[in-house]
């Protein structure tokens, strides 16, 4: 069957139908191809494959039809050339640094990004020789003047977790195409369905499919989109290293990415009205959610993105202790730092996402100890407002 319609379609349609892969039994939903080895049909064959001279299957650390399935699924939606797939996210990241990156080059990330992104640049990169910069997402001349002639990759999650702080791709795209360097998104919080990082001039996206892409908490894995060039470099760490995505988590993550768009307009449509609420209450100090229109990410937000997602965070009137007793009262949503989930969460990041930061870092990333997340599930609205009022009857 041609595909010639994949040329010309929608992101829902590519969610649903790019990267089949049918068999001669006419299965309608995905097959899992549930094996590490493939037979060759001669030596000769055998021979071609391992040397990559004919295209095909050789061992399913780094080919195989499931995993492919998801690869091109992620590619199409995010408008790139191709993908990795990988064990997690944190997979997606190190296998992209350990690729594209060598002993002495630089690198300059957002001081925001996920806590162990900040580990992996900090503590291992560095140990084998690679510097890093941080700066602020959203100040674009901090990243110009970190720049140097070492600096091989910008690296930036936006929106932020947990304020929501929105970085301007279109306007770092442009520094790093200046300097003559690599510009990886980490879209985990948007996902495709919100935002396309590659359309805005970025190099490289970076996911962890754990959250969002999945969409009910079942798997971890991760994901690399880019130029087919990019890509090659990226699938040879996998083949060497061997940090690859499983044929079932692949097989999720397909099922996942035929929902993303509908689930994604629920996340952000009842993280709305969540932010709406809380950002009138007489016990919120602070509500931060992007699409609030006093939210200093507002505008580019709605410039870059298509919602603006699924998670939030307010500072209550009172103290730490008023905020366990906040998250203690509620009843249905699930206390943990997961998000990307059905299910809503809630979680006091100054005791636990950013619970190793010291007092001096909590305070320049803006963590304060009355601080709670919120990752909006997709429960009824009005069930969740009832959460939120059994919290602040506590406090
Ligand atoms: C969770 C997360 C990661 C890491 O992904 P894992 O699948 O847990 O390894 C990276 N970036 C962001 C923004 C995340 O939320």
């Known amino acids: 069957m041609t595909e010639d319609f994949l040329d010309t379609a929608g992101i829902h349609t590519l969610a649903i139908r790019a990267g089949i892969n049918r068999t001669a039994e006419g299965e309608h939903s ?50 790139g050339e191709a993908a990795v797939a990988t064990a997690s996210g944190m997979a997606a990241i190190l296998s992209t640094c350990m690729a594209l990156l060598k002993a002495g080059d630089h690198v300059v990330c957002s001081r925001s990004v996920f806590g162990t992104t900040t580990v992996l640049f900090s503590k291992y ?14 100040a674009l001349n901090e990243w ?19 304020l929501c702080h929105v970085a301007d791709i279109a306007g770092l795209a442009a520094i790093a195409k200046a300097n003559n360097c690599l510009f990886a998104v980490d879209n985990c919080f948007c996902t495709p369905a919100l935002q396309k990082p590659l359309s805005l001039g970025a190099d490289i996206v970076i996911h962890s499919a754990t959250k969002y892409l999945d969409g009910q908490g079942r798997c971890l894995g991760g994901a690399v989109v880019g130029s087919q060039q990019l890509m090659d470099e990226v699938l040879g760490f996998i083949r060497t290293c061997g940090p690859s995505m499983s044929p079932f988590n692949a097989w999720v993550f397909s099922k996942g990415l035929e929902t993303l768009g509908l689930r994604m307009k629920v996340h952000s449509s009842n993280a709305q009205a969540l932010a709406e609420y809380l950002n009138t209450h007489a016990k919120v100090e602070t509500t931060y959610y992007a699409g609030l229109p006093g939210h200093p990410g507002h505008a580019l937000a709605a410039k870059q993105q ?12 009172g103290d730490q202790a008023a905020c ?12 943990t730092a997961n998000l990307g989930d059905a299910k809503t969460t809630i979680v006091h990041p100054a005791t636990t996402t950013h619970g190793r930061l010291s007092d001096e870092d909590k305070a320049a990333a803006g963590i304060k100890a009355n601080l709670i997340r919120i990752a909006v599930g997709l429960e009824d609205i009005e069930d969740l407002l009832a959460d939120l009022e059994r919290g ?3 406090i």
């Open 144 to 162: 110009q003047a970190a720049i140097t002639p070492d600096t091989q990759l910008m690296f930036c999650e936006t929106p932020s977790n947990p």
């Open 392 to 394: 602040f009857a506590a």
């Open 125 to 138: 990169l560095q140990k084998f020789g690679v510097k890093v910069s941080t700066v602020s997402l959203t």
């Open 306 to 317: 298509s919602a603006f997602g699924g998670v939030l965070s307010f500072e209550v009137k």
């Open 30 to 79: 995905e097959a899992i191809f549930a094996t590490s080895s493939y037979v060759f049909n001669s030596a000769e064959e055998a021979a071609a494959r391992f040397a990559g001279n004919e295209p095909g299957n050789v061992y399913s650390r780094y080919t195989n039809p499931t995993v492919n399935t998801f690869q091109e699924r992620i590619a199409a939606m995010e408008g």
């Open 324 to 335: 366990w007793r906040f998250i203690n009262a509620t009843q249905l949503m699930s206390l």
